[in-house]
């Protein structure tokens, strides 16, 4: 035998080895850097958090049915008042930005931009797509935008 073959067992171990220490590895940057991207992650939520609430919106509102045919169904799942609100939430905004203008700060403080309400629905939408393309059925309609 070649002092270059390998057993294919003696390839597994490496493989292995290499796998454990790239894991090790990731831990180990998460830990070092996990103060630094929860910090980021504060930072930028509340920064996001003071434009929606400077129009009046909640985080859920920009997400586009047209973009997305998966957002398109959870928002039909919605209930008929929900919808109208998002209308209007959406309408005030428009009207804001035209004016070049932001809601008074009384109001933005009684916003509440990371109150989800269609998130929930969606993730069900997601997942109920996920399961019919498991089990090998096909998706009740296409959600890809041509």
């Known amino acids: 035998m070649s002092k270059y073959y390998r057993s294919e067992r003696e390839t597994e171990r490496e493989r292995e080895r290499e796998s454990t220490r790239r894991r090790v590895m990731s831990n180990l940057l998460l830990k070092v850097f996990e103060g630094p991207l929860s910090a980021m992650s504060k930072y930028y939520r509340s920064a996001v958090g003071a434009e929606l609430s400077k129009y009046g919106l909640r985080y859920d509102d920009l997400l586009d049915e047209t973009a997305n045919l998966d957002v398109k169904e959870a928002l ?6 929900e919808r109208d609100m998002r209308q209007q939430r959406l309408k005030r905004a428009m009207d804001l930005s035209m004016k070049h203008i932001y809601l008074d700060e009384e109001t933005r403080k009684k ?6 309400y269609l998130s929930p629905t969606l993730a069900e939408v997601e997942a109920e797509k996920a399961e019919k393309v498991a089990l090998g059925s096909d998706v009740a309609y296409n959600r890809q935008i041509p």
Request: proline share 8%; net charge negative; no cysteine.
């Open 76 to 81: 039909d799942r919605l209930s008929q008042e």
């Open 111 to 116: 916003q509440t931009p990371f109150d989800h």
